[in-house]
């Protein structure tokens, strides 16, 4: 079991080195959204691999200019281990939302209007779209 937790945390680490030295936008090898390739349509996670490179960067400005989907699903991840230490480490109890059954929901809302509104070719939805 810890085995797999630490070929997890080995992998992420590799992953975040590549993305940290690597920028997508010059690369040829790391895959492309077959989506956007084949029909034009950015989907939702468009431009995740380019927010990362910048995100490792301190680029906060270049993360939203990429996905702006992908600092949402940032601080989820932060709300959730926030939580979850705290319940683990100070033996509380409190409520995770993550977990909440309309949370789903929210978020399949959220993720598919983040969709359409960026692919309206039009000011200010272009902002959304990759850059």
Do not use: D, E
Not at 2 to 30: R, S
Not at 90 to 119: A, G
């Amino acid at each position: 079991m810890k085995l797999k937790y630490l070929g997890m945390l080995l992998l992420l680490i590799v992953l975040a080195f590549l993305y940290f030295f690597i920028n997508p936008n010059q690369v040829n090898f790391l895959p492309k959204c077959p989506l956007y390739k084949t029909t034009g349509i950015y989907c939702p996670g468009c431009g995740s691999q380019r927010a990362t490179h910048q995100l490792l960067n301190f680029n906060i400005i270049g993360v939203f200019q990429q996905n702006a989907l992908f600092v949402l699903g940032l601080l989820l991840i932060v709300y959730h281990l926030i939580v979850t230490g705290i319940n683990y480490y100070f033996k509380k109890n409190y409520f995770n939302y993550i977990y909440h059954p309309k949370t789903v929901i929210v978020l399949i809302i959220i993720t598919i209007i983040f969709w359409i509104l960026r692919n309206i070719p039009f000011y200010p939805f272009t902002l959304l779209a990759p850059h």
